[in-house]
């Protein structure tokens, strides 16, 4: 149709030819002519989207805003977007700034406790950079670079706090829990949403029971609510059992050094081994006499009771929104990014049994 009306209104090419084919190609010569001919290419001929609405924009200057100095007379509203207290914050300035002497942190106005406190609000609300960019006061390209330094060393920092007990802490615990006094810890999984892959095979990624792409973490705590081991970055295809068997073997000399006679609470997907102990499944239930079914009824409540306390851990380390929405950023940061939102949630819990 254009090409019809380009024929019946533009002036016709000398010498005009009746063959269609050779009329289309002089009108292209004939409009690529006159192109050529004007002073000045097309209006927004090529420009990004951001040049064509911003034309006659005159960026002023940056004017960098401490935050930090903002915020530290008000302690609840510094809680809330660091998680941290202003006592606390000071420790963890202290920790990092040692680090900082190892890494190339370039040139920037920002004081180190600006730095730390736009990565710790990162990592607790995970707002964008441009987000970040207009609160303190400095370009978006700045934000990144920060980001992508600070969030090292504060890993370095905290993630020592995640350690496996030895035997002897492990014998420790065992009675602290009157109705399973062999039991010393739970372990359990959780998901992260992650964007689809565009390059990597997509069905590795997915999964069908959360639907939706995901990487994988695994969580054991003792039962004193502390966290003693973390991995993360299994595939989002895998469940619970499978990332079980991939991490180091747990019991008597093995990698992950555990007690005899000591026990794990796991819920019934993971393997009824030892050192894992698994709920009894409704069919072992009801094929079970009368007598052992109120037995085992009772046992996977008493189950249910001590094994929720895993999921209350993991409920305190996804408050960072880094890990608990949707991942934004790439991928193979993700599981060290996991690991330092677990050090600094432990840290955390033992800041307040310890102060509060």
Known sequence: MLYWVYKQTM???????????NFAFLLLIQMYQRFERQAMPLPYFGFRIRSRILEDEMPGPWVSNDVYGNLIIRPYEFWILSGETVESFQELVTLVSRRLQN???????????????????WLRQYPTYTLLSLTFGISVSAVGRIVNIMWIPMWEVVSPLIRWPAVQDWRNCRGRWPEMSN???????????????????????????????????????DNDKNIV???????????????????????????????????????????????LVTPFKSVDIVRAPRREQRRRRKFNALHRKRRVYVEHIMKEFKTFR??????????????????????????RTDMIRDRF
Not at 103 to 121: A, F, P, Q, S
Not at 338 to 346: F, I, N, P
Request: hydrophobic content about 35%; overall charge negative; proline content about 7%.
């Open 11 to 21: 002036e016709l090419p000398v010498p005009y030819v009746q063959n269609d084919y």
């Open 103 to 121: 890494y190339n942190v370039g040139e920037t106005c920002m004081t180190i406790e600006n730095r730390i406190l736009l990565t710790l609000i």
């Open 322 to 347: 880094v890990v608990g929405s949707l991942y934004r950023h790439p991928r193979w940061q993700m599981a060290s990014i996991v690991e330092l939102c677990v050090g600094l949630s432990q840290r």
């Open 183 to 221: 039991v010393v810890g739970c372990i359990d999984g959780t998901s992260h949403e992650i964007l689809t892959p565009m390059t990597e095979p997509q069905e590795e990624f997915y999964s069908g029971h959360r639907k939706y792409h995901c990487i994988h973490t695994q969580v054991i705590i």
């Open 229 to 275: 081991y973390v991995h993360s970055g299994f595939l989002g295809h895998e469940n619970d059992a499978h990332a079980y068997r991939q991490f180091g073997p747990i019991g008597p000399g093995q990698l992950m050094d555990f007690p005899n006679n000591c026990y794990i609470l796991a819920d019934s997907i993971y393997p009824n081994e030892y050192p």
